[in-house]
């Protein structure tokens, strides 16, 4: 109970610290006598990244357009997490990887497949990332919901693709909705399904060599 304990508390605690992060790189940015101005230094913009400033392409995913933009992207992200605990309590480190990883892999996918979308932030791409990977390692673990979470997220970006995001949602962030990040984080998703798997399996080699 007490290891239990104790996993559950180191994923709550980076839980913690990107929301803080999030939280903290929101306020920064709100116009005040302190104010800094975090987006025009550390959002995803195409041409500065082109021009080398390629830590863009991961802090970009933490800022947002406003705070409903905020809230809901925060709310996301621990809902996600604690749906798949049961792949995170004993593996925080891998945690913390697999969601920085998501974040380079968005922003770099972003940047080679979608070069017209000059401008992004938000957190919602990494979340599908999240999301799917979170669904696919269900099906590895025999859970047939699995299934029905990787089926349903892989239709809401295919519709997303097609017809765009809603119009309230549009409205509530005070922005264009970038559908492509949705299907960038999926398959950044998938793709570290595939990292994760590999270095599994090659832990699991040496630990009976």
Same mark, same amino acid.
């Given at each position: 109970?007490?290891?239990?304990?104790?996993?559950?508390?180191?994923?709550?605690?980076?839980?913690?610290?990107?929301?803080?992060?999030?939280?903290?790189?929101?306020?920064?940015?709100?116009?005040?006598?302190?104010?800094?101005?975090?987006?025009?230094?550390?959002?995803?913009?195409?041409?500065?990244?082109?021009?080398?400033?390629?830590?863009?392409?991961?802090?970009?995913?933490?800022?947002?357009?406003?705070?409903?933009?905020?809230?809901?992207?925060?709310?996301?992200?621990?809902?996600?997490?604690?749906?798949?605990?049961?792949?995170?309590?004993?593996?925080?480190?891998?945690? @913390?990887?697999?969601?920085?990883?998501?974040?380079?892999?968005?922003?770099? &996918?972003?940047?080679?497949?979608?070069?017209?979308?000059?401008?992004?932030?938000?957190?919602? &791409?990494? @979340?599908?990332?999240?999301?799917?990977?979170?669904?696919?390692?269900?099906?590895?673990? &025999?859970?047939?919901?699995?299934?029905?979470?990787?089926?349903?997220?892989? @239709?809401?970006?295919?519709?997303?693709?097609?017809?765009?995001?809603?119009?309230?949602?549009?409205?509530?962030?005070?922005?264009?909705?970038?559908?492509?990040?949705?299907?960038?984080?999926?398959?950044? &998703?998938? @793709?570290?399904?595939?990292?994760?798997?590999?270095?599994?399996?090659?832990?699991?080699?040496?630990?009976?060599?």
């Amino acid at each position: 109970m007490l290891k239990h304990n104790s996993n559950t508390i180191g994923l709550y605690h980076f839980l913690v610290v990107i929301s803080l992060i999030c939280i903290a790189l929101f306020a920064a940015d709100i116009p005040s006598p302190a104010f800094l101005p975090i987006d025009q230094y550390f959002s995803y913009q195409y041409d500065l990244i082109a021009s080398g400033q390629v830590w863009r392409l991961v802090t970009g995913n933490l800022l947002h357009t406003n705070l409903w933009h905020l809230l809901m992207n925060l709310a996301g992200f621990w809902v996600i997490v604690f749906l798949h605990e049961v792949h995170y309590k004993n593996h925080s480190g891998k945690l @913390l990887l697999l969601f920085l990883s998501l974040c380079l892999f968005e922003g770099i &996918g972003l940047y080679l497949f979608y070069p017209t979308l000059k401008a992004y932030v938000g957190l919602s &791409g990494v @979340l599908h990332g999240l999301f799917v990977f979170g669904a696919v390692m269900d099906i590895r673990k &025999g859970y047939k919901s699995g299934y029905l979470l990787v089926i349903g997220v892989m @239709l809401k970006v295919g519709y997303e693709q097609v017809f765009g995001a809603s119009d309230s949602v549009t409205q509530l962030i005070n922005a264009r909705v970038a559908t492509e990040s949705h299907l960038v984080g999926l398959l950044s &998703g998938l @793709l570290c399904v595939l990292c994760w798997s590999i270095m599994d399996n090659r832990l699991r080699h040496h630990n009976e060599a």
